[in-house]
């Protein structure tokens, strides 16, 4: 039974395979898919360098307290990190006292709700709180930022393009795509998906933020900062996940050398 | 145990002695994976993935009931439950890490472990049921890793749930109610995300339980080995323990190396950056993608891209997924060739390393490419070759290949000569 | 020659016995060491998270509180109970001899220094765990004008020591201190 239905089954798959393969072609040749403005003029990330690259990097806190200098100076206007706690702040050398400052001394507060008088109001963050939430009127809520880095392909050296990316429409572009003009309101940025996004260029001019340990606040370098501070946020167990995770295979490359001394002579006598 | 020459369990103790008699639980750990299990001699490193993925399912199991005791499954706070592991709960991001890890080094084990069954057609009679029984492990890990890649409840987790969720829509009639009912729900919620969860904690203890069958069934004709031929005598066998204990434990210790390795390196190298974007039912991602051990599937599915007569293209597409797993439990009646191991049917395993295994890769490669040109008539092509490989060639080359000469025996095939071939060929010499 | 070979090598055999039996036991020990290991993020996986940790101090604003008051706030999940006692009160305290108590203790012992009005405790009643009455206003305070517990009747005077009912111990003090006259640290 089995040997007489199983080809049949094959032949059917396979018929209607080759019916789907043969129209695919022929629709292929007849009309072509069309290029799009996405597709030939995004471009990848830049290659950029962070101190937490590879399987020995580690963060540079002095290079985190700056990068968390240009989110809180000039992202966090609009963007929040809900997932970061101002005691997390605590890793990037800061002390005890500082934290307390930083979240008492926060632009957004936190939201209260009074269940008794019904009456919604705010009061100032502590230690605890996690980075509010903000809400952007008119625009909706931008995205959070805690993630940013691990929610897109290469993310630190995403963030880094983007910020660094914001550059005039490509006359190119418009010639062979006349239809994808930037629409008003929009900014032209290749790193971005879709080429045009809604924020226009966070950091633009040299020393828009005052650097207190003497490092030249140009662009390039706030943006490398605030990247390499996202990278942080969306990963702040990187440097103990690779400090564990030697110590880890440490053990086990000894472990499988004397597993495998010990397998060859329980085979001695049987090979 | 079927070999007359089986160790036989003798306890060492008073108190195993006493237990041996009440609950003689030490025999059969002993008659199952220890002295008292005679396995063949000549077993290579392609029978070590048994074991692990036993070693995998446990650890799946361990890191799993830890990371249910901070997750919360509602669809509010599922997501942010799941960064609190990652950021606040004692090596909760270790466990996550390990859990979504483990699911995939449980599938790298088991895809080998099947094609190694493929390759040595180690489901051939007598072993038919421990076969059936593992395609139907398959199937239930499939179904768990599913349900619980959803449990994040991110942009990926939201529409792969609500992408294979549509598949039963395609079924006619019944279908649409069947998803509704599926989901509790017009859409993948909060209600759906409840039951993923439940389930997701359910069937790996199913799992287990079929796993249990498994070996069960392993132990009537024993293990198969490399060259195919049947067990004659106690020369052939070794006992399970020490012996593959031992050569388990090292290739246990490889593997944990590479697994480790891409835990604490490289974790979210396998996972898809979406998945840290909180679901959003309004925003579909640019391009879905299950995760990387579904892809052969995926690419099956959507190989099918024009109706066929009165078939809808979707309704093809499902058939063929689910066709794709099904035709492996016709397997022990389709290849008929009356020799097991690959080592001695030369046009099997031609068909096996220039068919099979290159269109595996095509499908694994373009279930995970977007769905454009080359890759949808590339897994056009893939796909109507694994049917065919399946359905049509492996009976067809079943019935005309010429197997080359088999060795008498395991013991002649390891060590060149088997003193009772001798034997058996001139009783005189005796 | 035959012969000679077969002696050395049951004398490397000897020799070898000995160092495989070391290794195979090294083996298995690296086996057990690993699982040890292993173990110990599994056990500490269930101890307080960080963001739990981050509450076990909690700063609350006491200045609203006018003699006679008290509130309830929250500390580590469970209330406290901050009183600013009234002269009288005090007075009510102090006149009890502290030596004929269940749980012998001073209202200055239970209080800081210069703060003797301040009377900060657990809500927790010390029998069973309830939370007794008399923070909140026109809560009944008991027979001894403190707080009462209405699970099994333990009655608290002023310096919410135990007086009667079956609670072994006086409301329990927290650790705590002011960071300022306005500003009271609890844990």
Redesign the interface.
């Known amino acids: 039974m089995v040997r007489l239905f199983g080809p049949l089954v094959g032949l059917f798959f396979a018929v209607a395979l080759l019916w789907s393969f043969g129209n695919g072609a022929y629709s292929a040749i007849t009309e072509p898919a069309a290029p799009t403005a996405e597709h030939e003029f995004h471009l990848h990330p830049k290659d950029v360098k962070f101190a937490s690259d590879g399987v020995f990097g580690k963060y540079d806190k002095q290079q985190l307290q700056r990068g968390f200098q240009v989110y809180k100076e000039v992202c966090a206007t609009c963007h929040s990190l809900k997932h970061v706690a101002f005691r997390d702040l605590a890793n990037l050398g800061y002390s005890e006292g500082e934290v307390k400052a930083i979240a008492k001394q926060w632009g957004t507060k936190q939201p209260t709700f009074d269940e008794k008088s019904g009456e919604r109001a705010e009061r100032d963050n502590i230690a605890s709180d996690y980075i509010p939430t903000v809400y952007y009127a008119g625009q909706g809520v931008p995205p959070d930022l805690s993630l940013i880095a691990k929610a897109r392909h290469n993310g630190g050296a995403y963030v880094y393009s983007l910020l660094t990316g914001y550059q005039e429409q490509p006359a190119e572009l418009l010639k062979k795509f006349p239809d994808s003009k930037t629409p008003d309101g929009l900014y032209y940025n290749p790193y971005f998906a879709n080429l045009n996004l809604a924020m226009p260029a966070p950091i633009a001019s040299d020393d828009q933020v005052a650097y207190s340990d003497g490092t030249k606040a140009t662009v390039d370098q706030m943006s490398k900062d605030v990247s390499a501070f996202l990278m942080w946020t969306a990963e702040p167990k990187a440097d103990k996940r690779k400090q564990t995770g030697w110590a880890v295979l440490g053990f086990l490359l000894a472990a499988t050398v004397l597993a495998y001394l010990a397998k060859k002579n329980v085979w001695a006598d049987k090979h | 145990m079927s070999f007359p020459w089986a160790n036989e369990y003798k306890p060492a103790f008073g108190l195993t002695q006493w237990l041996d008699e009440k609950l003689p639980l030490p025999r059969f750990v002993y008659n199952a994976v220890g002295a008292g299990y005679p396995v063949p ?1 000549n077993l290579n490193y392609m029978w070590n993935f048994g074991v692990l993925a036993g070693f995998c399912l446990v650890l799946q199991i ?1 890191t799993g009931v ?1 990371l249910a ?2 997750y919360a499954p509602n669809a509010l706070v599922a997501f ?1 439950s799941t ?2 592991i ?10 996550r ?1 390990a859990h979504a890890n483990g699911a995939s080094a449980f599938f790298v084990v088991v895809y080998l472990h099947i094609f190694r069954g493929f390759f040595y057609s180690s489901y051939k009679a007598p072993r038919e049921m421990i076969w059936l029984l593992g395609v139907v492990i398959f199937l239930l890990m499939m179904a768990t890793a599913f349900m619980g890649y959803v449990l994040p409840w991110g942009q990926m987790s939201f529409w792969g749930a609500k992408v294979i969720t549509g598949l039963f829509g395609a079924i006619p009639v019944v279908g649409e109610p069947l998803q509704i009912w599926l989901l509790g729900g017009f859409a993948p919620d909060n209600a759906a995300l409840n039951r993923f969860f439940s389930l997701h904690f359910l069937l790996p203890f199913v799992i287990a339980g079929v796993i249990i069958l498994h070996i069960w069934a392993l132990h009537i004709p024993g293990s198969s080995n490399p060259t195919g031929v049947e067990v004659k005598a106690e020369s052939d066998t ?1 006992p399970f323990h ?2 593959y204990t ?2 388990d ?2 290739g ?3 593997f ?2 590479i697994y ?2 891409i ?3 490289a ?2 190298a396998l996972g898809h ?2 998945n ?2 909180p679901a959003n039912p309004l925003s579909t991602p ?1 391009h879905i993608v299950p995760e990387w051990y579904f892809w052969p599937f995926y690419a099956i599915l959507r ?4 109706d ?1 007569f009165f ?1 809808p ?1 979707k309704l ?1 597409g499902v058939l ?1 997924m689910f ?1 794709s797993i099904l ?1 492996w439990f ?1 397997l022990p ?2 290849d ?1 060739s009356p020799v097991r191991s690959g080592h001695y049917r030369p046009l099997f395993r031609k068909f096996f390393w220039f068919g099979l295994i290159p269109t595996m890769a095509i499908l694994f490669y373009c279930g995970g490419a977007p769905a ?2 080359p890759f ?2 590339l897994s ?2 893939a ?2 070759y694994y ?2 490989h ?3 060639i492996l ?1 067809l080359v079943s019935s005309i290949e010429k197997p080359e000469p088999l060795p008498f025996s395991i013991t002649e095939a ?1 060590l060149g000569k088997d003193e009772s071939a001798v034997l058996n060929a001139n009783p005189a010499a005796a | 020659m035959a012969e000679q070979a077969s002696i050395d090598t049951s004398a490397e055999a000897g020799e070898g016995v000995r160092r495989r039996d070391f290794i195979n036991i090294a083996a298995v020990s690296f086996a057990g060491v690993g699982g040890a290991a292993v173990l110990f993020p599994l056990v500490s996986q269930m101890a307080p998270s960080a963001d739990v940790l981050a509450q076990s101090s909690t700063e609350i604003d006491i200045s609203a509180i006018t003699p006679g008051q008290a509130i309830k706030a929250v500390f580590r999940k469970q209330p406290v109970f901050i009183r600013n006692l009234t002269p009288a009160e005090i007075a009510a305290a102090d006149k009890v001899d502290a030596s004929s108590l269940r749980d012998p203790q001073t209202l200055e012992e239970r209080t800081k220094e210069g703060k003797t009005n301040w009377l900060i405790t657990m809500g927790v009643c010390t029998h069973l765990g309830c939370v007794p009455l008399g923070a909140g206003e026109g809560e009944v305070k008991g027979e001894f004008g403190g707080y009462f517990c209405p699970c099994h009747g333990s009655h608290y005077d002023t310096a919410a020591r135990i007086r009667k009912g079956p609670a072994p111990k006086n409301l329990e003090v927290p650790e705590y201190s002011f960071i300022s006259d306005a500003v009271v640290k609890i844990g």
């Open positions: 001699r361990v830890i005791m901070h942010d960064e609190h990652m950021r606040d709960v004692n090596w909760g991001w270790m466990m890490y070794v020490p012996y031992a050569k434990g090292f246990l210790g490889v944990l190396l480790c390795a835990l604490f390196f974790p979210n950056p979406d840290y974007i640019a190989a099918f891209t024009y066929f078939i293209a093809m063929a066709g035709v016709f009646w389709l008929t454009e040109e949808v008539m056009q092509l796909s109507l049917f065919a399946f359905l049509i009976p390891v």
